[in-house]
């Protein structure tokens, strides 16, 4: 993976492997490429146990029978899986002693997004003041979760303190023969979260607060397991609004998530990685399985998402809907500019009775760039009764860029009344003028129509990140005109 | 404030208007009558700055600017304001937002203070009352769903709250019903002041009556083809266009 290397040299941190995976563990790094060893090597970094590993190795072994998906509506050079890295130890950011050091374009767009100034520094890792203790609000979210039973930890945390949790559930949603990628993350998956809500609890806040206050460097390979007992509820928010620039190319994680009995889990995410440069090059490729179990009867599982960054997103957030009058929902925008590809939907895999999904997909297409919704709704024979409603908007900005909608529906039940509607719009040339008639400028205009085609979704983001994520549609949009 | 030499204006390489000459000075409102695809708004898109209608000859001068090197959002944020024959629908952005974008976009643009949430609120609604525009209306999308009337009268809302300096009232009487119009017309005399101008475009004499013009013109034919007083309107309605050689297209 060429690119791979090129971004890595340019940050300056490649120093070929000078040693024997068995001579030294102490080392930062795995070897360059992937193999046996480079497996066992993260899971002796992880000090995993040895189920663990052999689940690791189970999943590699299979990886390496499978072909990479190609039926995506997306285009890049052959990926070689071998000449990339696997494994580096978290990075501690340097801390920088004020905002003055850190890259005014990056402080330009935090403004733009209304980020609070110390909220600012902590994204950018300047050391904080007095005045808000970061340690301290962490500290408290901690001691409220636990309070309530909460455990929310990193993966390797989970499996070092809860390894019945982690081994009950991990792999339950995503086998480790799922797909190409999820399968490689499964091999050698190094960062995530671990959420686990007790029976009957409502998680005590927003885990998206924790997670903005406690950022932390994103992994290319993460696994992130939440599950939700009988009873429970929790929203998560994962990501960002602030523009995260990562020098891993490939990003493939796995998303599980377990709904039982009366549960409800709301996950949302905002990414916004780096997109790639005018030509097109370098940005992240994001190949990520995400899917939710509602494994109990009345459960609910709901995927929001705002997609902005990443040069290829591949991407179904999915439900399967196992419980009887269990819900499943996907809310999802799509934004793609400049040389962007997006394929990205959802899958709602009906098998309970009275079963309920809803689908709004809006994707937006600007520059050069392409975007796919691609989306499946299947209802199992034993199935009666089942819902679906599927909406997918599409919105283009100037002539270059592209839009698709593939829906596959499979139905085995007659019983099931599933509705679709699609539609395909242009800003118009009057609509802007219209707008820009009462003083708004272009690029504003652009924004707030953009931010009314996407109302229906934005509404299901947590409201403390709403306002942003209003800001991020405008911001990823710019130079879209003129 | 106002003053339109020769104007000469090509639309898809068709001359739709054929040298307009026009003076409206501050507080002044002018009633421009005439029949369907003479050039009324296309005259009105010129001034706005509306993209693909070219000036071909000629000069428009605002308050002594050049109108010609203004972008469509800098005349708007100089006090040009449009009521469209045919308002816009915005999908998913409510009246409301719509219109502090705007009020905000305007008042950046000029240097002055963005208003705040509350502030802007308590505006609004003392804006809209008179018009009947009630705070449900407010939370729609803007004209989508509006009937014809409640598109018009929210055109006139957002001039009663930009407060222009020249309005530009493209048949912003029809489709109303004869309650609406005269809201509507008194929403907009409430507006008429020494220093702001008003432009009135409009098929019916009736609106006249309300809203009663300092001076009437005749466009036809993407000419002025005649001036005059109030009367004008009155001898417009008996005897048509005939009289001043009107060719419709
Ligand atoms: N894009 C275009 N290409 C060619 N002709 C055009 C274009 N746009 C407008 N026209 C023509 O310009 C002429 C003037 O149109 P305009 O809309 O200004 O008329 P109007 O006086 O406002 O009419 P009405 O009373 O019906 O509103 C019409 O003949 C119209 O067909
Ligand atoms: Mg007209």
Same mark, same amino acid.
């Given at each position: 993976m060429a690119a791979v290397r090129e971004t890595v040299e340019t940050v300056g941190e490649v120093e070929k492997y000078k040693y024997g995976f068995s001579t030294d563990i102490e080392s930062e790094k795995a070897p360059l490429g992937l193999t046996e060893?480079?497996?066992r090597f993260i899971s002796a970094k992880k000090n995993e146990p040895a189920w663990l590993l052999e689940w690791r190795l189970a999943a590699f072994r299979r990886w390496l029978t499978m072909t990479e998906p190609t039926w995506a509506k997306v285009t890049y050079p052959p990926i070689d899986f071998q000449d990339a890295y696997y494994y580096s130890a978290p990075k501690q950011q340097a801390k920088l002693d004020s905002l003055d050091q850190v890259d005014p374009k990056l402080l330009e767009t935090y403004e733009?997004?209304?980020?609070?100034?110390?909220?600012?520094k902590m994204l950018a890792g300047v050391a904080v003041d007095a005045v808000f203790d970061s340690v301290s609000v962490v500290t408290t979210f901690k001691e409220k979760l636990a309070e309530a039973g909460v455990i929310f930890c990193p993966m390797s945390e989970a499996v070092a303190k809860h390894p019945e949790l982690v081994k009950k559930y991990l792999g339950s949603? *995503? $086998?480790?023969?799922?797909?190409? =990628? @999820?399968?490689?993350?499964s091999a050698v998956f190094s960062e995530g979260s671990f959420v686990y809500i007790p029976e009957g609890v409502r998680c005590p806040m927003e885990l998206s607060t924790y997670f903005r206050i406690n950022e932390k460097q994103t992994g290319q390979f993460e696994r992130t397991l939440i599950i939700a007992e009988k009873g429970s509820c929790v929203s998560y928010l994962e990501g960002c609004t602030a523009p995260q620039r990562d020098e891993n190319q490939l990003h493939a994680a796995v998303v599980e998530l377990v709904a039982l009995d009366d549960a409800e889990i709301k996950y949302s995410t905002v990414q916004n990685w780096f997109p790639g440069d005018e030509e097109g090059k370098g940005g992240v490729y994001n190949f990520v399985t995400k899917r939710g179990d509602c494994r109990g009867a009345n459960s609910k599982i709901s995927w929001t998402q705002v997609e902005t960054g990443s @040069?290829?997103?591949?991407? =179904? $957030?999915?439900?399967i809907l196992r419980g009887d009058n269990s819900r499943g929902e996907f809310y999802s925008i799509a934004i793609s500019n400049g040389h962007q590809q997006v394929d990205s939907g959802t899958k709602m895999i009906h098998l309970g009775r009275n079963t309920t999904s /809803? #689908? #709004?997909?809006?994707?937006?297409? @600007?520059g050069k760039s392409s975007n796919t919704y691609r989306g499946l709704v299947s209802v199992h024979r034993k199935a009666e009764n089942v819902r679906n409603f599927t909406q997918c908007d599409s919105l283009l900005i100037g002539s270059k860029c592209s839009a698709h909608t593939v829906p596959y529906v499979e139905t085995k039940n007659p019983t099931a009344v599933l509705e679709h509607e699609a539609t395909t719009s242009k800003i118009s040339d009057d609509q802007l003028f219209y707008c820009m008639q009462r003083g708004i400028g272009e690029e504003e205009a652009v @924004?707030?129509? *953009?931010?009314?085609?996407? /109302?229906d979704v934005l509404q299901q983001l947590p409201m403390e990140f709403a306002v942003e994520a209003q800001k991020l549609v405008g911001i990823s949009l710019e130079g879209s005109v003129g | 404030m106002l003053e339109i030499r020769n104007l000469h204006v090509t639309v898809d390489g068709k001359e739709i208007l054929k040298g307009i000459d026009l003076d409206v000075a501050a507080g002044e409102v002018h009633a421009i009558m005439g029949p369907n695809g003479s050039g009324k708004s296309t005259l009105s898109y010129v001034l706005a700055g509306r993209e693909g209608y070219e000036v071909t000859e000629g000069s428009i001068l605002f308050n002594g600017q050049d109108l010609r090197e203004m972008g469509v959002d800098e005349r708007a944020a100089a006090g040009i304001f449009l009521a469209f024959q045919y308002p816009l629908e915005i999908p998913g952005v409510t009246t409301m937002t719509f219109l502090k974008t705007a009020l905000n976009a305007q008042r950046k643009a000029r240097g002055e203070e963005e208003l705040d949430a509350v502030r802007f609120l308590k505006l609004v609604r003392e804006k809209a009352k008179p018009l009947n525009v009630n705070d449900e209306m407010l939370k729609r999308a803007l004209n989508v769903g509006y009937s014809g009337g409640e598109k018009k009268r929210a055109e006139v809302l957002q001039m009663s709250l930009l407060e222009p300096s020249l309005a530009v009232l493209d048949e912003t009487d029809s489709g109303l019903d004869i309650d609406a119009l005269k809201t509507v017309a !008194? &929403?907009?005399?409430?507006?008429? %002041?020494p220093e702001r101008s008003m432009i009135v475009i409009t098929h019916y004499q009736r609106l006249l009556d309300y809203i009663v013009p300092d001076v009437v013109h005749v466009l036809s034919g993407?000419?002025?083809?005649?001036?005059?007083?109030? !009367?004008?309107?009155? !001898?417009? !309605?008996? %005897? &048509?266009?005939?009289a001043y050689g009107a060719d419709a297209a």
């Amino acid at each position: 993976m060429a690119a791979v290397r090129e971004t890595v040299e340019t940050v300056g941190e490649v120093e070929k492997y000078k040693y024997g995976f068995s001579t030294d563990i102490e080392s930062e790094k795995a070897p360059l490429g992937l193999t046996e060893d480079t497996v066992r090597f993260i899971s002796a970094k992880k000090n995993e146990p040895a189920w663990l590993l052999e689940w690791r190795l189970a999943a590699f072994r299979r990886w390496l029978t499978m072909t990479e998906p190609t039926w995506a509506k997306v285009t890049y050079p052959p990926i070689d899986f071998q000449d990339a890295y696997y494994y580096s130890a978290p990075k501690q950011q340097a801390k920088l002693d004020s905002l003055d050091q850190v890259d005014p374009k990056l402080l330009e767009t935090y403004e733009k997004l209304g980020i609070p100034l110390t909220e600012q520094k902590m994204l950018a890792g300047v050391a904080v003041d007095a005045v808000f203790d970061s340690v301290s609000v962490v500290t408290t979210f901690k001691e409220k979760l636990a309070e309530a039973g909460v455990i929310f930890c990193p993966m390797s945390e989970a499996v070092a303190k809860h390894p019945e949790l982690v081994k009950k559930y991990l792999g339950s949603v *995503v $086998p480790t023969s799922d797909n190409f =990628y @999820a399968t490689l993350n499964s091999a050698v998956f190094s960062e995530g979260s671990f959420v686990y809500i007790p029976e009957g609890v409502r998680c005590p806040m927003e885990l998206s607060t924790y997670f903005r206050i406690n950022e932390k460097q994103t992994g290319q390979f993460e696994r992130t397991l939440i599950i939700a007992e009988k009873g429970s509820c929790v929203s998560y928010l994962e990501g960002c609004t602030a523009p995260q620039r990562d020098e891993n190319q490939l990003h493939a994680a796995v998303v599980e998530l377990v709904a039982l009995d009366d549960a409800e889990i709301k996950y949302s995410t905002v990414q916004n990685w780096f997109p790639g440069d005018e030509e097109g090059k370098g940005g992240v490729y994001n190949f990520v399985t995400k899917r939710g179990d509602c494994r109990g009867a009345n459960s609910k599982i709901s995927w929001t998402q705002v997609e902005t960054g990443s @040069a290829i997103t591949w991407k =179904y $957030p999915s439900c399967i809907l196992r419980g009887d009058n269990s819900r499943g929902e996907f809310y999802s925008i799509a934004i793609s500019n400049g040389h962007q590809q997006v394929d990205s939907g959802t899958k709602m895999i009906h098998l309970g009775r009275n079963t309920t999904s /809803r #689908i #709004i997909s809006k994707g937006i297409s @600007a520059g050069k760039s392409s975007n796919t919704y691609r989306g499946l709704v299947s209802v199992h024979r034993k199935a009666e009764n089942v819902r679906n409603f599927t909406q997918c908007d599409s919105l283009l900005i100037g002539s270059k860029c592209s839009a698709h909608t593939v829906p596959y529906v499979e139905t085995k039940n007659p019983t099931a009344v599933l509705e679709h509607e699609a539609t395909t719009s242009k800003i118009s040339d009057d609509q802007l003028f219209y707008c820009m008639q009462r003083g708004i400028g272009e690029e504003e205009a652009v @924004a707030l129509i *953009v931010n009314g085609f996407c /109302r229906d979704v934005l509404q299901q983001l947590p409201m403390e990140f709403a306002v942003e994520a209003q800001k991020l549609v405008g911001i990823s949009l710019e130079g879209s005109v003129g | 404030m106002l003053e339109i030499r020769n104007l000469h204006v090509t639309v898809d390489g068709k001359e739709i208007l054929k040298g307009i000459d026009l003076d409206v000075a501050a507080g002044e409102v002018h009633a421009i009558m005439g029949p369907n695809g003479s050039g009324k708004s296309t005259l009105s898109y010129v001034l706005a700055g509306r993209e693909g209608y070219e000036v071909t000859e000629g000069s428009i001068l605002f308050n002594g600017q050049d109108l010609r090197e203004m972008g469509v959002d800098e005349r708007a944020a100089a006090g040009i304001f449009l009521a469209f024959q045919y308002p816009l629908e915005i999908p998913g952005v409510t009246t409301m937002t719509f219109l502090k974008t705007a009020l905000n976009a305007q008042r950046k643009a000029r240097g002055e203070e963005e208003l705040d949430a509350v502030r802007f609120l308590k505006l609004v609604r003392e804006k809209a009352k008179p018009l009947n525009v009630n705070d449900e209306m407010l939370k729609r999308a803007l004209n989508v769903g509006y009937s014809g009337g409640e598109k018009k009268r929210a055109e006139v809302l957002q001039m009663s709250l930009l407060e222009p300096s020249l309005a530009v009232l493209d048949e912003t009487d029809s489709g109303l019903d004869i309650d609406a119009l005269k809201t509507v017309a !008194e &929403g907009v005399n409430a507006m008429r %002041s020494p220093e702001r101008s008003m432009i009135v475009i409009t098929h019916y004499q009736r609106l006249l009556d309300y809203i009663v013009p300092d001076v009437v013109h005749v466009l036809s034919g993407g000419r002025i083809v005649k001036t005059g007083g109030k !009367e004008l309107a009155l !001898e417009l !309605e008996k %005897s &048509g266009y005939a009289a001043y050689g009107a060719d419709a297209a």
